[in-house]
């Protein structure tokens, strides 16, 4: 399922990035690589704030869409 389905709070595990090569390099450069954990703090119109590696980022809810779990 896509990250913007995830529940507050429940740890998830990435299983797969969809997207141009370029866009998975990014979303690679923040942390997101398969088998990472993340997990859901908060969500307002599908946009998602993750922590990710101990570190909080805010995703729009299109590049949320790409991240598997």
């Keep these: 399922m896509p990250l ?5 709070g429940e740890k998830n595990y ?22 990472s954990e993340v997990t859901v703090v908060n969500q307002m119109s599908g946009n998602v704030i993750v922590n990710i590696k101990n570190t909080r980022v805010a995703l729009s809810r299109s590049m949320a869409n790409r991240i598997m779990v």
Excluded: D, Y
Excluded at 4 to 8: E, G, K, L, V, Y
């Design 4 to 8: 913007t389905m995830a529940s507050i």
């Design 14 to 35: 990435i299983k797969k990035i969809n997207g141009k090569e370029e866009i998975k390099h990014f979303l690679e450069s923040l942390g997101f690589v398969s088998g």
